[in-house]
T-cell receptor, first 115, second 114 residues
Framework: KNQVEQSPQSLIILEGKNCTLQ??????????LRWYKQDTGRGPVSLTI???SENTKSNGRYTATLDADTKQSSLHITASQLSDSASYIC??????????????WGLGTSLAVNP | DGGITQSPKYLFRKEGQNVTLSCEQN?????MYWYRQDPGQGLRLIYY???????QKGDIAEGYSVSREKKESFPLTVTSAQKNPTAFYLC?????????????FGPGTRLTVL
């Protein structure tokens, strides 16, 4: 079982609508949680990084939330645009020295924004 | 894609041939990484380097080799020992000053072994 689970696997919305993507993780302890946007055939681009003590962080129309008690994070996209069509990946930094404090990558949610 | 370049964007090789993927960064970042991305799987770490002339194996290093002779360059060689080399390869770099600095990714190289 993946330590970082994302839902839904894919999502289709109409331009201008809002949407929320979910990330559940079991990594513990962790130092930070990141959301990346990856366009097809391109490298991922960082949207937000939240430490374990932060609850929310915004980047334009993207707002990420974190509940470290329930080990859940969400990414809310407001007033979606066609250019938001991409894969959104949740990544958790494992803070265990024995695991080399590596990044644990989710499989991503594929978002399609239709006109 | 920041200041990280990967070349070429598409690469085709015959089975049994070694191939080297280029990664260069002008961000003055200390750490550099190589990942592999396959359909239906999260990014997997192949090798990483936190300082010049030093590198460490990631989760799937078998069949790959790297070098870090210069701070700005971290080439990856896919050897004939890698059993399933066809994949999308991503290079990343990070200013290694604490755990909360983000990784910047290059545009990727799609390798197809025929």
């Amino acid at each position: 079982k993946n330590q970082v689970e994302q839902s839904p696997q894919s999502l289709i919305i109409l331009e201008g609508k809002n949407c929320t993507l979910q990330c559940n993780y079991t990594v513990s302890p962790f130092s930070n949680l990141r959301w990346y946007k990856q366009d097809t055939g391109r490298g991922p681009v960082s949207l937000t990084i939240m430490t374990f003590s932060e609850n929310t962080k915004s980047n334009g129309r993207y707002t990420a939330t974190l509940d470290a008690d329930t080990k859940q994070s969400s990414l809310h996209i407001t007033a979606s645009q066609l250019s938001d069509s991409a894969s959104y990946i949740c990544v958790v930094r494992d803070d265990n020295a024995g695991n080399n404090r590596k990044l644990i990558w989710g499989l991503g949610t594929s978002l399609a924004v239709n006109p | 894609d920041g200041g990280i370049t990967q070349s070429p964007k598409y690469l085709f090789r015959k089975e049994g041939q070694n191939v080297t993927l280029s990664c260069e960064q002008n961000l003055n970042h200390d750490a550099m990484y190589w990942y592999r991305q396959d359909p239906g799987q999260g990014l997997r770490l192949i090798y990483y380097s936190q300082i010049v002339n030093d590198f460490q194996k990631g989760d799937i290093a078998e069949g790959y080799s790297v070098s870090r002779e210069k701070k700005e360059s971290f080439p990856l060689t896919v050897t004939s020992a890698q059993k399933n080399p066809t994949a999308f390869y991503l290079c990343a770099s990070r200013l290694d000053r604490g755990p909360n600095n983000e990784q910047f990714f290059g545009p990727g190289t799609r390798l197809t072994v025929l």
